[in-house]
């Protein structure tokens, strides 16, 4: 895993969005992406504050510390789910003769996908997600397996308080991540052998930073979940787009075929070693007391205490993210956001085992049998495992094709000329950034930067007279918000047509059939509007209407319009802190049309005369 993600380092247009952020934070001016506007531009809390302590405590160039980071927990990440597999099957197979050996499965198949490797290193929070699950996977199995020697006992109040504190952490990880939180607390809070003081204190460490944060969040960016959320529209439905991007990922990589060896490596596995204290021993008792409802409630609890109810925990798991992903159309990124629910559901077979017949067992006998089935079926997945490895999953290459999927790596790979983008500077070979550095420094008196068809030209619309001393301040709208953000000052504006970092996107109505994140388009006429630059010819580039400007100005009257933008834009006072928390999840869900005339009727404001 280490050395495939080295391999494929780099880090994505994303990725640097992070890093935005971090520098804010370093430079005192807060978690935002541009200085006085609250937005959380970042969709992992916790891969933002991670990067910061790190880039903080090692004073180290940013991109080395995401770069060192990933490399750390993608490799933990595997270290993990193999740990709490091989924990799982020697507990299970304890009383096996012979010798049982644990070969790596799972986590073959993981790394053999080359998304896994291209995402370990991007800058984004993937390396950390797929560590936050072999985290709790490890956890849970040590709480549902005393150790096959008898050495350890069961987590004690400590580990499970532990656990429960790392499984609370969850939605900071990534929001999603709700769903495997709210199973794992569920398991641990209704299983066998806890008091209700346990319990209590369980509830109060799993929930005390999410809660704290969220809180937090509301008052201070006016939203209950990330901004990237409300841009992307998380809550709505594209299950074909999903689908499409399902197929995406399996149909190059014949992914069902290594799925199904290990499935039936684990039927196998589970009916030759099935004995002992497992859902059958705890049946026994069950039936063995009677069936009123108290011993059933008790024969329930115990059976959420066993190995078999943490497989199915992270199966189950495994399956919830990957309806939702497909429910919200996947993501235009290659593979990216099925990574997480691919991990998860094989956590339970990172490793798989082989018992070794003794001598004096070979022969026409199921041990032997069963033995030869699962070696073949491993040698099976080792063979995928290399054809895999080594296939272009988009033969297309570094187009985005119908379907708005692309590889991404490979696409910024070819476009800035570099096999390993990594810095911020590797961006300035994009096309328009070198020309966005020299325009920046070319125009003291700040304004606008609207992109051109020309990969070596902006233009710029200038800020009313009189120019107060230093300048006006630049503000740059573009689509790729890491590269450029990255590649100016601090004192830069940078917003984007999609709304990532710009709330006024974020809340226009989603189109329909727009590229899978990217479905918020906002016209420049706005920016215009908003940013308060010269807004008549022939300072407007000829392409803008200023009709439509003084549309767009009038549109932002609306009062409901304005009370969101302060929500973020405004000075953040007690008394809008208060407000901004009650009212978080309406404006969550206000949208603006993206056409001025009819944002005007749905605010019902005076339509202006012809010219102005």
Same mark, same amino acid.
């Given at each position: 895993?280490?050395?495939?993600?080295?391999?494929?380092?780099?880090?994505?247009?994303?990725?640097?969005?992070?890093?935005?952020?971090?520098?804010?934070?370093?430079?005192?001016?807060?978690?935002?992406?541009?200085?006085?506007?609250?937005?959380?531009?970042?969709?992992?809390?916790?891969?933002?504050?991670?990067?910061?302590?790190?880039?903080?405590?090692?004073?180290?160039?940013?991109?080395?510390? $995401?770069? =060192? %980071?990933? &490399?750390? @927990?993608?490799?933990? *990440?595997?270290? /993990?789910?193999?740990?709490?597999? !091989?924990?799982?099957?020697?507990?299970?197979?304890?009383?096996?003769?012979?010798?049982?050996?644990?070969?790596?499965?799972?986590?073959?198949?993981?790394?053999?996908?080359?998304?896994?490797?291209?995402?370990?290193?991007?800058?984004?929070?993937?390396?950390?997600?797929?560590?936050?699950?072999?985290?709790?996977?490890?956890?849970?199995?040590?709480?549902?397996?005393?150790?096959?020697?008898?050495?350890?006992?069961?987590?004690?109040?400590?580990?499970?308080?532990?656990?429960?504190?790392?499984?609370?952490?969850?939605?900071?990880?990534?929001?999603?991540?709700?769903? $495997?939180? =709210? %199973?794992? &607390?569920? @398991?641990?809070?209704? *299983?066998?052998? /806890?008091?209700?003081?346990?319990? !209590?204190?369980?509830?109060?460490?799993?929930?005390?930073?999410?809660?704290?944060?969220?809180?937090?969040?509301?008052?201070?960016?006016?939203?209950?979940?990330?901004?990237?959320?409300?841009?992307?529209?998380?809550?709505?439905?594209?299950?074909?787009?999903?689908?499409?991007?399902?197929?995406?990922?399996?149909?190059?990589?014949?992914?069902?075929?290594?799925?199904?060896?290990?499935?039936?490596?684990?039927?196998?596995?589970?009916?030759?070693?099935?004995?002992?204290?497992?859902?059958?021993?705890?049946?026994?008792?069950?039936?063995?007391?009677?069936?009123?409802?108290?011993?059933? %409630?008790?024969?329930?609890?115990?059976?959420?205490?066993?190995?078999?109810?943490?497989?199915?925990?992270?199966?189950?798991?495994?399956?919830?993210?990957?309806?939702?992903?497909?429910?919200?159309?996947?993501?235009?990124?290659?593979?990216?956001?099925?990574?997480?629910?691919?991990?998860?559901?094989?956590?339970?077979?990172?490793?798989?085992?082989?018992?070794?017949?003794?001598?004096?067992?070979?022969?026409?006998?199921?041990?032997?049998?069963?033995?030869?089935?699962?070696?073949?079926?491993?040698?099976?997945?080792?063979?995928?495992?290399?054809?895999?490895?080594?296939?272009?999953?988009?033969?297309?290459?570094?187009?985005?094709?119908?379907?708005?999927?692309?590889?991404?790596?490979?696409?910024?790979?070819?476009?800035?000329?570099?096999?390993?983008?990594?810095?911020?500077?590797?961006?300035?070979?994009?096309?328009?950034?070198?020309?966005?550095?020299?325009?920046?420094?070319?125009?003291?008196?700040?304004?606008?930067?609207?992109?051109?068809?020309?990969?070596?030209?902006?233009?710029?619309?200038?800020?009313?007279?009189?120019?107060?001393?230093?300048?006006?301040?630049?503000?740059?709208?573009?689509?790729?918000?890491?590269?450029?953000?990255?590649?100016?000052?601090?004192?830069?504006?940078?917003?984007?047509?999609?709304?990532?970092?710009?709330?006024?996107?974020?809340?226009?109505?989603?189109?329909?059939?727009?590229?899978?994140?990217?479905?918020?388009?906002?016209?420049?006429?706005?920016?215009?509007?908003?940013?308060?630059?010269?807004?008549?010819?022939?300072?407007?580039?000829?392409?803008?209407?200023?009709?439509?400007?003084?549309?767009?100005?009038?549109?932002?009257?609306?009062?409901?319009?304005?009370?969101?933008?302060?929500?973020?834009?405004?000075?953040?006072?007690?008394?809008?802190?208060?407000?901004?928390?009650?009212?978080?999840?309406?404006?969550?869900?206000?949208?603006?049309?993206?056409?001025?005339?009819?944002?005007?009727?749905?605010?019902?404001?005076?339509?202006?005369?012809?010219?102005?």
């Amino acid at each position: 895993m280490f050395w495939g993600a080295w391999d494929r380092r780099w880090i994505a247009d994303d990725g640097l969005i992070v890093l935005r952020t971090v520098r804010n934070l370093l430079a005192g001016y807060g978690p935002v992406f541009n200085a006085g506007e609250r937005v959380e531009a970042n969709t992992s809390t916790a891969w933002t504050y991670i990067v910061y302590g790190a880039g903080w405590l090692t004073g180290i160039r940013l991109e080395y510390v $995401v770069l =060192g %980071l990933a &490399l750390v @927990l993608s490799t933990t *990440a595997v270290v /993990l789910a193999m740990l709490g597999a !091989a924990r799982l099957y020697r507990w299970r197979m304890r009383a096996a003769t012979g010798t049982v050996l644990l070969l790596p499965a799972g986590v073959l198949v993981y790394i053999a996908v080359p998304p896994a490797r291209d995402f370990a290193t991007s800058g984004l929070e993937t390396c950390l997600v797929i560590c936050w699950l072999a985290l709790v996977w490890l956890l849970m199995v040590r709480w549902a397996t005393p150790d096959p020697a008898g050495k350890r006992p069961l987590p004690g109040t400590v580990g499970i308080l532990g656990t429960a504190f790392v499984a609370g952490l969850g939605p900071l990880v990534r929001p999603e991540l709700a769903i $495997v939180a =709210g %199973l794992t &607390l569920a @398991l641990l809070f209704l *299983a066998d052998g /806890l008091t209700w003081r346990i319990r !209590a204190a369980m509830v109060a460490v799993a929930g005390l930073v999410p809660v704290v944060y969220q809180i937090w969040r509301m008052g201070y960016y006016g939203l209950p979940y990330p901004n990237t959320a409300v841009s992307k529209d998380a809550g709505g439905a594209k299950w074909t787009q999903g689908f499409d991007y399902l197929g995406n990922l399996v149909v190059p990589y014949l992914l069902w075929l290594p799925l199904l060896f290990l499935v039936t490596v684990t039927v196998a596995v589970m009916l030759s070693s099935g004995r002992g204290t497992g859902v059958a021993g705890n049946r026994e008792r069950f039936l063995s007391k009677g069936t009123d409802v108290r011993t059933l %409630l008790t024969a329930g609890q115990r059976v959420l205490r066993t190995p078999t109810a943490v497989v199915v925990l992270m199966v189950l798991s495994g399956v919830l993210l990957l309806l939702y992903s497909l429910r919200v159309g996947g993501d235009f990124m290659h593979g990216r956001v099925l990574l997480p629910p691919l991990f998860c559901l094989l956590l339970p077979v990172a490793v798989i085992p082989l018992r070794v017949p003794d001598r004096s067992e070979l022969g026409n006998n199921p041990r032997t049998r069963v033995a030869g089935a699962v070696a073949v079926l491993w040698v099976g997945t080792v063979v995928w495992a290399l054809f895999a490895s080594n296939t272009t999953g988009m033969p297309e290459g570094a187009v985005v094709g119908r379907s708005g999927i692309v590889d991404e790596r490979a696409f910024y790979s070819l476009n800035t000329g570099h096999l390993h983008p990594i810095r911020a500077e590797d961006y300035l070979d994009y096309p328009r950034m070198r020309a966005m550095v020299s325009t920046i420094a070319e125009t003291p008196n700040g304004g606008l930067l609207l992109p051109t068809p020309s990969y070596d030209a902006w233009d710029v619309v200038p800020p009313p007279e009189p120019i107060p001393p230093g300048g006006a301040g630049h503000t740059v709208f573009f689509l790729n918000l890491g590269m450029t953000s990255m590649n100016v000052g601090l004192d830069v504006r940078v917003v984007d047509q999609m709304g990532l970092a710009y709330p006024l996107a974020a809340h226009t109505e989603r189109l329909e059939d727009g590229r899978i994140g990217h479905d918020k388009i906002l016209y420049p006429d706005w920016v215009v509007a908003e940013s308060g630059v010269v807004d008549v010819y022939p300072w407007l580039p000829g392409y803008l209407d200023e009709e439509w400007v003084a549309m767009a100005k009038l549109a932002l009257t609306c009062p409901e319009t304005r009370e969101l933008l302060d929500s973020s834009g405004a000075e953040l006072t007690w008394p809008l802190f208060k407000r901004n928390l009650r009212n978080a999840f309406e404006y969550a869900g206000y949208r603006i049309d993206r056409v001025p005339e009819y944002e005007i009727q749905r605010c019902d404001l005076p339509m202006p005369s012809a010219g102005g």
